[in-house]
């Protein structure tokens, strides 16, 4: 027996009792016993049953309020709601929460002072009435129990005294509601149906809301009966009468609703009657509801029929049931309108009238359900999804959908450009937010769609395709022009410094920078790269985003590098110098410790991009070890790769070494792998002959460009050595510097080379118009003979003698066979077809964003559709021969006129040159186009060294003037060379002077132009003796422009450079954007333009004077430009007369006194017949734009205030001024000079025959203007404008005032006879007689005015009548 706790004893003591008591496992003196709940229903007691009686005329249960629902809160008891809601585990752990429960504060006591919900209380029952005072008294009697049901549970004594008694014997009084018979009145309908009103029926309008919170339903019914008696007791005639007025008072759109809302309520097939009992009600309620919904469902006609037995459906709901109905067939009528684009998962569009099966999953709940493939907006959506699969999804579809859109596939399918579209709608924030998500699939996805928005494969294969021929490996940036701006512009100025912009503002000009800049996409690639390990795909993706990156700039190339250890993992992962053994049967899908060809690639973009980054790569990434173990394996198959996969890292690595020895690094590999090198020129002379795979002959093509590299550098390096114009002193300190390859290793792998050149040429010769075939090993080939004949013959160890000898002997046995041979006249026969110049149809147009610039190229079939770089495109081969016989022409001086003749002859190439001078000229600037430009280069520099060619002159001028233009950035050094040799070369234009000169002697004399200047010296135009002055200063003409152009000195030099290439002076191997070329159609102007500009910045009292050489630039400026429209007015024609026009008159305004020069006069006054042409005035529109201005009216301003301040009345400034008065120009230069410079009114003072410009040009049509005809007639009267200061300016006042207020139109009647009232009551009567007498002109007579004799009779009666 464990005693009981004594005092003093510790809380261990019992303890210690404790574990006695449970180890004796004896039962306990008391247990604990749980009590039922006593609030717990019969349901939830389950066996405890109650006596149920029941008393006729009572209810057997409590009455309900019949008002609760299904939202309204049931009131629980406090621990109930505690118990509930710990057993759903929603406690509220937040310790300020548990602080405000128990915060007694008066401020929060009353916070929590809320309104009782009291929508649940039952409301209190009306008592029965008592027939007495008070109940009647029970008395209990003796009552028998009933045995014959011995299954049922004996009821108690009081149970069966209730069941035995009635209301009454309570003393109640029951009133038994009887039903009254139905009164129906027939209502007449607008239809003539009538309607059965039911008087116990409630009102369809009247509800009672608002009239009383307790008696409003009981008013309203009170209004119901009384309105069912007032029908019954009128007439149908009495009811339609009222029904009449009330249609006619009403609104018809209240009538509208309250009929509509009556035929809601009567449609329903099922009353409740209010005589039946509740449990009827809902028995008979439910048939109903179920006869209802299951018609409902029949009415849907849908394939399988939904039974209520099924899981969770016991409720029908129609809408959703309806999407198994079948789709209606798609609307094909938006012709006007176009409809919404929807593609499929691959991209495609889907046409509104396409029949796709739904098995497809393109059909959905969108906007157009009936039409399948989803729109760029819903693929937008579902790029947020929260649905994992729906993002992937969504993702891979605009992935494809931006794929086929750069390749050009939609272009014809719709009507706006996609890229653009997605990209200004923000497809790059949704994809830089998938790409930081944790789901690998989500991540890949997301780079697999921003590779197909700033990645373009046409774009990437054409580069490839090129890097073989001349310049190949010079590629261009994909910057937009407006980053350009600011990455070569200074810092800022605190002043100049503009608000942070935001990352949207920053996308919008420039995507690759944005990315790069803005949304850190190198770290996050780098990351993803080196944690997640993604699959194969993705890890190619991600490296052509960094090439994509690195082309944009050499900016963006070097934050690529510099980006911390994004390099290392690259080279270290997919560069690397061992590997393990791979099955070269199966795909690989782990690329991690496995050298990938597009690793190499982007090594030689980040090359590409500058001297300094090529030096990174070689000596902080080890990327020479890399070369030495990918290259000397002669047979791919070694590499322990996929042969492919072998094949394309080798011409990687061949075309990355190229870049570097472009640059004169990594010269001494050559000496490395010297055997290697001799091994495959071994193999070269056995299999050249021998069809080969492509990539094979890729990679040979490859290995002969590196050749070319090596010896054009050996011969740099040895004259940089050994060369006299260096000191010794410099010598000593390079020596180190300098590649350490010599000329004396290349001579003999150059004399094999040359020898497979040979054998390559003459197989192209005999074989090639027989069966086409890729020309790039031909072209590789080509460029080295002219390299090796360009080092050679620039080295020490040239011999002149037998240097001729061979360099004839192979243009004699080589090079003119093969031009005279079937195989290359073949070749020569594609150049029309395959030319982008003369196509300019093929270039993709829509797919083109301005903050993501490219090349705009497609692909169709995978292969390019430009038509220059076709599989057998000419260009190539073209150029490259072309090359070597313009450097034999250099080399050898005997060869030069018959080269030319040779040249000249080929009727193929002088008809493609005939149709690029002909043609007009292309708008957009392709950088692939620079190949033909190059060919066009060659070919004029050949031909014009035939001095006897008079035939080809004309063509040559055109094609050099057309090429001028056309000359991209990077060829800066071929316009130095243009403009030095060809351009202004005498035996150009000297051979076509007889032809003008002839033409010249056949004006006939009234067509010469004779000016009075402000000397009152008669100046007379000889223009044969003008062009023969301008022929013969050709030579200070060119000074003239090459000192103009002498500020893009440091930019020809580093083009010629790269052109020549001279590797240790080459910076960089890239240009600039090809969107616009080097100098504008306008360029003969640009010497003038900038004088212009230098003196309007100054103040006008600066300009006084212009230096002697000043002078001289102008004029040679005027000589050229007036030689240009007398030579070759199509060429000059290229350029608007008015731009032309507006260039000249900058030459007044270049100083004060400049126009005053005796030559610059001439050739200002030639300049002015030429523009007085009918048909350049036709031409002439001042309202077009003009590049360099405002506006051409701020400038016709400045142009008038000069005349007005200098002009002393000059006659050749004033017809210069008078081109913008004609009446077919705006209105606003007519007033300009007739309201702001109206003192030109006194000095505008030539002669109606001098003016070169037919008079009737400046009085048709008939003025309009109210406000110019005031100014006409005001200076007039006011005498500030009279016939002897200006009589052109009298004589047009004079025409617009007279037939202004004899216009037969009844307008301005007033102003018409106030004018002619001011007319009349001048005292200077000639004027009044030149304005009422007015007939015509005739520069014969006084004032160039002749009048009428006698008014007409219809004039006549107007002045009457006024």
């Given at each position: 027996?464990?005693?009981?706790p004594k005092p003093g004893e510790t809380e261990d003591d019992l303890l210690k009792f404790q574990q006695e008591f449970l180890s004796k496992k004896e039962q306990s003196a008391a247990s604990v016993v749980r009590k039922p709940d006593k609030r717990k229903t019969i349901q939830s007691i389950g066996c405890v049953e109650k006596d149920v009686v029941d008393i006729d005329g009572l209810p057997p249960t409590k009455p309900k309020s019949g008002q609760e629902g299904p939202n309204i809160p049931h009131k629980k008891s406090r621990f109930s709601a505690s118990r509930e809601a710990s057993a759903k585990g929603v406690e509220e752990d937040d310790p300020e929460a548990r602080i405000d429960k128990q915060d007694r504060h008066m401020a929060a006591v009353l916070t929590k002072i809320v309104e009782r919900d009291t929508r649940n209380i039952q409301p209190l029952t009306s008592v029965l009435e008592c027939s007495s005072g008070f109940p009647k008294v029970i008395h209990r009697g003796n009552l028998e129990q009933d045995k014959t049901d011995h299954n049922k549970k004996p009821k108690s004594l009081f149970a069966q005294q209730m069941s035995k008694m009635s209301a009454s014997d309570f003393g109640l009084v029951v009133k038994v509601k009887e039903k009254p018979p139905d009164m129906e009145v027939i209502v007449s309908e607008e239809n003539g149906v009538g309607a059965h009103v039911s008087k116990e029926s409630s009102s369809n309008i009247i509800k009672g809301i608002g009239l009383s919170a307790t008696f409003g339903e009981e008013e309203a019914q009170k209004i119901h009966h009384e309105n069912i008696s007032k029908l019954a007791s009128l007439t149908s005639e009495e009811i339609q009468e009222e029904r009449n007025k009330l249609l006619q008072m009403l609104d018809p759109k209240l009538v509208s609703f309250l009929a509509s809302k009556r035929n809601k309520e009567s449609s329903s097939e099922h009353m409740p009657s209010p005589h039946l009992p509740e449990s009827m009600e809902t028995a008979q309620s439910e048939p109903f509801k179920s006869k209802q919904s299951s018609t409902e469902v029949e009415e849907l006609d849908l394939p399988i029929k939904p039974d209520r037995k099924w899981v969770h459906m016991d409720k029908v709901e129609c809408d959703k049931l309806s999407w198994l109905k079948d789709l209606p067939p798609p609307s094909t009528d938006h012709n006007k309108t176009g409809t919404t684009a929807r593609f499929d998962f691959e991209g495609n569009l889907v046409t509104a009238d396409e029949g796709i099966d739904v098995k497809f999953g393109l059909h959905h709940h969108g906007d157009e359900?009936?039409?399948?493939?989803?729109?760029?907006?819903?693929?937008?959506?579902?790029?947020?999804?929260?649905?994992?699969?729906?993002?992937?999804?969504?993702?891979?579809?605009?992935?494809?959908?931006?794929?086929?859109?750069?390749?050009?596939?939609?272009?014809?399918?719709?009507?706006?450009?996609?890229?653009?579209?997605?990209?200004?709608?923000?497809?790059?924030?949704?994809?830089?937010?998938?790409?930081?998500?944790?789901?690998?699939?989500?991540?890949?996805?997301?780079?697999?769609?921003?590779?197909?928005?700033?990645?373009?494969?046409?774009?990437?294969?054409?580069?490839?395709?090129?890097?073989?021929?001349?310049?190949?490996?010079?590629?261009?940036?994909?910057?937009?022009?407006?980053?350009?701006?600011?990455?070569?512009?200074?810092?800022?100025?605190?002043?100049?410094?503009?608000?942070?912009?935001?990352?949207?503002?920053?996308?919008?000009?420039?995507?690759?920078?944005?990315?790069?800049?803005?949304?850190?996409?190198?770290?996050?690639?780098?990351?993803?790269?080196?944690?997640?390990?993604?699959?194969?795909?993705?890890?190619?993706?991600?490296?052509?985003?960094?090439?994509?990156?690195?082309?944009?700039?050499?900016?963006?190339?070097?934050?690529?590098?510099?980006?911390?250890?994004?390099?290392?993992?690259?080279?270290?992962?997919?560069?690397?110098?061992?590997?393990?053994?791979?099955?070269?049967?199966?795909?690989?899908?782990?690329?991690?410790?496995?050298?990938?060809?597009?690793?190499?690639?982007?090594?030689?973009?980040?090359?590409?991009?500058?001297?300094?980054?090529?030096?990174?790569?070689?000596?902080?990434?080890?990327?020479?070890?890399?070369?030495?173990?990918?290259?000397?394996?002669?047979?791919?198959?070694?590499?322990?790769?996929?042969?492919?996969?072998?094949?394309?890292?080798?011409?990687?690595?061949?075309?990355?070494?190229?870049?570097?020895?472009?640059?004169?690094?990594?010269?001494?590999?050559?000496?490395?792998?010297?055997?290697?090198?001799?091994?495959?020129?071994?193999?070269?002379?056995?299999?050249?002959?021998?069809?080969?795979?492509?990539?094979?002959?890729?990679?040979?093509?490859?290995?002969?460009?590196?050749?070319?590299?090596?010896?054009?550098?050996?011969?740099?390096?040895?004259?940089?050595?050994?060369?006299?114009?260096?000191?010794?002193?410099?010598?000593?300190?390079?020596?180190?510097?300098?590649?350490?390859?010599?000329?004396?290793?290349?001579?003999?792998?150059?004399?094999?080379?040359?020898?497979?050149?040979?054998?390559?040429?003459?197989?192209?010769?005999?074989?090639?118009?027989?069966?086409?075939?890729?020309?790039?090993?031909?072209?590789?080939?080509?460029?080295?003979?002219?390299?090796?004949?360009?080092?050679?013959?620039?080295?020490?160890?040239?011999?002149?003698?037998?240097?001729?000898?061979?360099?004839?002997?192979?243009?004699?046995?080589?090079?003119?066979?093969?031009?005279?041979?079937?195989?290359?006249?073949?070749?020569?026969?594609?150049?029309?077809?395959?030319?982008?110049?003369?196509?300019?149809?093929?270039?993709?147009?829509?797919?083109?964003?301005?903050?993501?610039?490219?090349?705009?190229?497609?692909?169709?079939?995978?292969?390019?559709?430009?038509?220059?770089?076709?599989?057998?495109?000419?260009?190539?081969?073209?150029?490259?021969?072309?090359?070597?016989?313009?450097?034999?022409?250099?080399?050898?001086?005997?060869?030069?006129?018959?080269?030319?003749?040779?040249?000249?002859?080929?009727?193929?190439?002088?008809?493609?040159?005939?149709?690029?001078?002909?043609?007009?000229?292309?708008?957009?600037?392709?950088?692939?186009?620079?190949?033909?430009?190059?060919?066009?280069?060659?070919?004029?520099?050949?031909?014009?060294?035939?001095?006897?060619?008079?035939?080809?002159?004309?063509?040559?001028?055109?094609?050099?003037?057309?090429?001028?233009?056309?000359?991209?950035?990077?060829?800066?050094?071929?316009?130095?060379?243009?403009?030095?040799?060809?351009?202004?070369?005498?035996?150009?234009?000297?051979?076509?002077?007889?032809?003008?000169?002839?033409?010249?002697?056949?004006?006939?004399?009234?067509?010469?132009?004779?000016?009075?200047?402000?000397?009152?010296?008669?100046?007379?135009?000889?223009?044969?003796?003008?062009?023969?002055?301008?022929?013969?200063?050709?030579?200070?003409?060119?000074?003239?422009?090459?000192?103009?152009?002498?500020?893009?000195?440091?930019?020809?030099?580093?083009?010629?450079?790269?052109?020549?290439?001279?590797?240790?002076?080459?910076?960089?191997?890239?240009?600039?954007?090809?969107?616009?070329?080097?100098?504008?159609?306008?360029?003969?102007?640009?010497?003038?333009?900038?004088?212009?500009?230098?003196?309007?910045?100054?103040?006008?009292?600066?300009?006084?004077?212009?230096?002697?050489?000043?002078?001289?630039?102008?004029?040679?400026?005027?000589?050229?430009?007036?030689?240009?429209?007398?030579?070759?007015?199509?060429?000059?024609?290229?350029?608007?007369?008015?731009?032309?026009?507006?260039?000249?008159?900058?030459?007044?305004?270049?100083?004060?006194?400049?126009?005053?020069?005796?030559?610059?006069?001439?050739?200002?006054?030639?300049?002015?017949?030429?523009?007085?042409?009918?048909?350049?005035?036709?031409?002439?529109?001042?309202?077009?734009?003009?590049?360099?201005?405002?506006?051409?009216?701020?400038?016709?301003?400045?142009?008038?205030?000069?005349?007005?301040?200098?002009?002393?009345?000059?006659?050749?400034?004033?017809?210069?001024?008078?081109?913008?008065?004609?009446?077919?120009?705006?209105?606003?230069?007519?007033?300009?000079?007739?309201?702001?410079?109206?003192?030109?009114?006194?000095?505008?003072?030539?002669?109606?025959?001098?003016?070169?410009?037919?008079?009737?040009?400046?009085?048709?049509?008939?003025?309009?203007?109210?406000?110019?005809?005031?100014?006409?007639?005001?200076?007039?009267?006011?005498?500030?404008?009279?016939?002897?200061?200006?009589?052109?300016?009298?004589?047009?006042?004079?025409?617009?005032?007279?037939?202004?207020?004899?216009?037969?139109?009844?307008?301005?009647?007033?102003?018409?006879?106030?004018?002619?009232?001011?007319?009349?009551?001048?005292?200077?009567?000639?004027?009044?007689?030149?304005?009422?007498?007015?007939?015509?002109?005739?520069?014969?007579?006084?004032?160039?005015?002749?009048?009428?004799?006698?008014?007409?009779?219809?004039?006549?009666?107007?002045?009457?009548?006024?």
């Amino acid at each position: 027996m464990i005693p009981r706790p004594k005092p003093g004893e510790t809380e261990d003591d019992l303890l210690k009792f404790q574990q006695e008591f449970l180890s004796k496992k004896e039962q306990s003196a008391a247990s604990v016993v749980r009590k039922p709940d006593k609030r717990k229903t019969i349901q939830s007691i389950g066996c405890v049953e109650k006596d149920v009686v029941d008393i006729d005329g009572l209810p057997p249960t409590k009455p309900k309020s019949g008002q609760e629902g299904p939202n309204i809160p049931h009131k629980k008891s406090r621990f109930s709601a505690s118990r509930e809601a710990s057993a759903k585990g929603v406690e509220e752990d937040d310790p300020e929460a548990r602080i405000d429960k128990q915060d007694r504060h008066m401020a929060a006591v009353l916070t929590k002072i809320v309104e009782r919900d009291t929508r649940n209380i039952q409301p209190l029952t009306s008592v029965l009435e008592c027939s007495s005072g008070f109940p009647k008294v029970i008395h209990r009697g003796n009552l028998e129990q009933d045995k014959t049901d011995h299954n049922k549970k004996p009821k108690s004594l009081f149970a069966q005294q209730m069941s035995k008694m009635s209301a009454s014997d309570f003393g109640l009084v029951v009133k038994v509601k009887e039903k009254p018979p139905d009164m129906e009145v027939i209502v007449s309908e607008e239809n003539g149906v009538g309607a059965h009103v039911s008087k116990e029926s409630s009102s369809n309008i009247i509800k009672g809301i608002g009239l009383s919170a307790t008696f409003g339903e009981e008013e309203a019914q009170k209004i119901h009966h009384e309105n069912i008696s007032k029908l019954a007791s009128l007439t149908s005639e009495e009811i339609q009468e009222e029904r009449n007025k009330l249609l006619q008072m009403l609104d018809p759109k209240l009538v509208s609703f309250l009929a509509s809302k009556r035929n809601k309520e009567s449609s329903s097939e099922h009353m409740p009657s209010p005589h039946l009992p509740e449990s009827m009600e809902t028995a008979q309620s439910e048939p109903f509801k179920s006869k209802q919904s299951s018609t409902e469902v029949e009415e849907l006609d849908l394939p399988i029929k939904p039974d209520r037995k099924w899981v969770h459906m016991d409720k029908v709901e129609c809408d959703k049931l309806s999407w198994l109905k079948d789709l209606p067939p798609p609307s094909t009528d938006h012709n006007k309108t176009g409809t919404t684009a929807r593609f499929d998962f691959e991209g495609n569009l889907v046409t509104a009238d396409e029949g796709i099966d739904v098995k497809f999953g393109l059909h959905h709940h969108g906007d157009e359900p009936e039409r399948a493939g989803y729109s760029l907006e819903e693929l937008f959506h579902l790029c947020r999804s929260t649905n994992i699969q729906q993002r992937i999804l969504s993702l891979k579809t605009l992935g494809n959908i931006l794929t086929k859109a750069r390749n050009g596939d939609l272009e014809d399918q719709i009507n706006s450009a996609i890229l653009p579209t997605v990209l200004n709608a923000g497809i790059l924030f949704l994809i830089r937010w998938a790409m930081d998500d944790s789901i690998e699939s989500v991540v890949c996805m997301s780079i697999k769609t921003l590779r197909s928005i700033i990645m373009s494969d046409a774009d990437e294969e054409s580069l490839d395709r090129v890097f073989s021929w001349f310049q190949g490996h010079v590629s261009p940036c994909f910057k937009t022009l407006v980053m350009s701006d600011e990455m070569t512009s200074k810092d800022p100025t605190p002043e100049d410094e503009t608000p942070q912009e935001t990352d949207a503002d920053v996308l919008k000009r420039d995507v690759i920078y944005s990315l790069v800049m803005q949304m850190n996409l190198l770290p996050r690639l780098r990351h993803i790269l080196s944690q997640s390990h993604p699959q194969a795909p993705s890890v190619l993706h991600c490296i052509d985003i960094l090439i994509r990156i690195v082309r944009h700039s050499p900016q963006m190339a070097y934050e690529v590098e510099r980006c911390p250890g994004l390099i290392e993992l690259i080279i270290e992962e997919f560069l690397p110098t061992s590997w393990k053994m791979l099955d070269v049967r199966a795909p690989l899908s782990d690329l991690y410790g496995v050298p990938v060809p597009s690793a190499m690639k982007l090594v030689r973009c980040l090359a590409q991009s500058g001297r300094n980054l090529a030096a990174t790569m070689l000596n902080k990434y080890h990327i020479r070890a890399r070369f030495l173990r990918y290259l000397v394996e002669k047979n791919a198959e070694n590499l322990l790769l996929p042969q492919n996969e072998a094949l394309k890292l080798q011409i990687e690595g061949y075309r990355a070494w190229r870049t570097c020895l472009s640059y004169g690094l990594a010269a001494d590999l050559f000496t490395d792998i010297f055997p290697c090198v001799l091994s495959q020129l071994a193999v070269l002379q056995k299999e050249h002959l021998e069809s080969n795979s492509n990539l094979v002959c890729i990679r040979t093509t490859a290995f002969i460009t590196v050749l070319e590299s090596v010896v054009s550098l050996a011969a740099q390096s040895d004259q940089r050595k050994f060369g006299s114009s260096v000191s010794k002193l410099s010598r000593d300190e390079n020596h180190s510097l300098l590649p350490n390859v010599t000329w004396s290793q290349v001579t003999d792998v150059s004399l094999v080379v040359m020898d497979t050149c040979q054998k390559c040429l003459k197989k192209l010769g005999k074989t090639y118009q027989h069966k086409k075939f890729n020309l790039d090993f031909e072209v590789s080939c080509l460029n080295f003979m002219a390299s090796y004949f360009l080092s050679w013959s620039s080295h020490k160890s040239f011999n002149p003698v037998e240097g001729l000898e061979y360099v004839e002997k192979i243009y004699t046995d080589v090079l003119r066979p093969l031009i005279k041979s079937l195989g290359f006249r073949s070749v020569l026969s594609d150049l029309c077809s395959c030319s982008s110049v003369l196509n300019p149809a093929h270039q993709l147009k829509m797919e083109c964003a301005e903050n993501l610039p490219g090349l705009s190229l497609r692909m169709k079939n995978g292969h390019l559709v430009e038509p220059c770089l076709q599989e057998y495109s000419p260009f190539g081969v073209i150029i490259a021969v072309m090359r070597v016989l313009y450097v034999v022409s250099q080399i050898h001086r005997g060869l030069p006129e018959k080269i030319a003749e040779l040249i000249s002859t080929e009727e193929n190439l002088l008809t493609y040159h005939r149709k690029i001078a002909s043609s007009p000229k292309y708008t957009s600037a392709c950088h692939f186009n620079k190949y033909e430009n190059m060919l066009m280069y060659y070919f004029i520099k050949i031909v014009t060294k035939n001095p006897s060619s008079k035939q080809t002159a004309p063509l040559i001028q055109k094609l050099v003037l057309r090429l001028i233009t056309q000359l991209q950035h990077g060829d800066e050094f071929l316009i130095h060379d243009l403009l030095s040799t060809v351009m202004f070369s005498p035996n150009v234009w000297k051979q076509g002077e007889e032809e003008v000169r002839s033409v010249l002697e056949d004006l006939q004399l009234s067509d010469a132009v004779h000016l009075c200047s402000a000397t009152q010296e008669q100046v007379s135009l000889n223009q044969t003796q003008l062009v023969t002055a301008t022929l013969s200063e050709l030579v200070s003409i060119r000074a003239a422009y090459l000192q103009a152009f002498s500020s893009q000195q440091k930019r020809a030099i580093h083009s010629r450079h790269r052109f020549l290439m001279q590797a240790l002076d080459v910076q960089n191997l890239v240009t600039s954007t090809p969107t616009e070329t080097l100098l504008p159609m306008d360029w003969m102007y640009l010497p003038l333009i900038d004088l212009y500009n230098r003196f309007s910045s100054v103040g006008a009292d600066v300009q006084n004077a212009l230096s002697k050489t000043e002078v001289s630039m102008v004029t040679s400026v005027l000589r050229w430009v007036y030689l240009l429209e007398k030579f070759q007015p199509k060429v000059t024609s290229s350029v608007s007369v008015t731009l032309r026009v507006s260039r000249v008159m900058c030459t007044f305004l270049t100083g004060n006194d400049l126009f005053m020069e005796k030559t610059v006069y001439l050739y200002l006054a030639a300049l002015l017949r030429e523009f007085s042409s009918p048909q350049l005035l036709d031409q002439m529109d001042f309202n077009e734009q003009i590049p360099g201005i405002v506006s051409f009216y701020d400038l016709y301003s400045l142009l008038l205030q000069q005349y007005e301040a200098v002009s002393f009345g000059d006659s050749l400034f004033a017809c210069y001024i008078l081109f913008p008065m004609q009446q077919k120009h705006d209105i606003q230069l007519r007033k300009a000079l007739w309201t702001e410079q109206y003192g030109i009114l006194r000095c505008l003072n030539i002669s109606l025959k001098e003016i070169p410009i037919p008079l009737d040009r400046f009085l048709n049509p008939e003025e309009s203007d109210v406000e110019l005809i005031r100014l006409y007639f005001q200076n007039l009267l006011s005498r500030r404008l009279q016939s002897h200061w200006s009589p052109l300016l009298y004589l047009i006042a004079i025409h617009h005032v007279n037939r202004f207020i004899y216009n037969q139109e009844k307008k301005h009647t007033q102003l018409k006879h106030g004018i002619i009232q001011q007319a009349l009551k001048s005292p200077h009567k000639e004027l009044c007689q030149h304005i009422l007498h007015y007939k015509m002109v005739d520069p014969e007579k006084d004032c160039g005015i002749e009048l009428y004799v006698e008014l007409p009779q219809i004039r006549r009666s107007l002045l009457e009548q006024i």
